[in-house]
């Protein structure tokens, strides 16, 4: 079945979508050090398989061939943690905040100055607590420093930054 779907540019590509669990099977390559099967289709990191017209992770489309319907909202967590592995025995299934903190306790989750989306720095965080310490208001930083005061407060208290709150010491 030839499928029309948008590349990451917005421009349509035509895919052809594995009808079959064996040629789905037949797009991935077994790792011999890790025991992960690869997928060699489609898709970029995770990979991807249109079913129904519908684009789906080819880490979810293998949990489909090898365990049945995954169940509504329900995350396919990596054991391994390599994103294009959809080895059956390296899935499991999982929810949202488990999927989290799978990650966290692994050490893959990044914080502070290496996300994003992050408007602060640990050094910034530090000023911040000095000058907090000196009576300046949160709406005079975050007038200076265009952060809001929820942020500057929550990075203060240790609610966020809680590893510049370690280093440097709450006010």
């Not at 669990?21 to 077994?30: V, Y």
């Not at 090898?66 to 929810?95: E, Q, S, W």
Request: overall charge positive; glycine content about 10%; some cysteine.
């Amino acid at each position: 079945m030839i499928i029309r779907q948008r590349d990451r540019l917005g421009r349509y590509a035509e895919e052809t979508s594995p009808p079959d669990p064996e040629t789905f099977w037949s797009r991935t390559t077994p790792e011999p050090n890790t025991g992960c099967w690869l997928w060699t289709g489609k898709g970029g990191r995770y990979g991807q398989v249109s079913v129904k017209d519908r684009p789906i992770l080819a880490h979810r489309r293998a949990w489909e061939f090898a365990m049945g319907p995954i169940p509504k909202g329900a995350y396919i967590c990596h054991r391994c943690d390599v994103p294009g592995c959809v080895n059956p025995d390296h899935l499991f299934l999982g929810t949202a905040k488990q999927n989290s903190e799978d990650m966290s306790r692994k050490g893959r989750a990044i914080h502070g100055e290496r996300h994003h989306n992050a408007k602060l720095t640990e050094a910034v965080v530090a000023v911040v607590k000095l000058e907090r310490n000196r009576g300046v208001s949160y709406s005079e930083l975050s007038r200076r420093l265009g952060i809001s005061r929820s942020a500057l407060r929550s990075a203060v208290n240790g609610n966020t930054w809680r590893k510049a709150a370690a280093l440097r010491g709450k006010p």
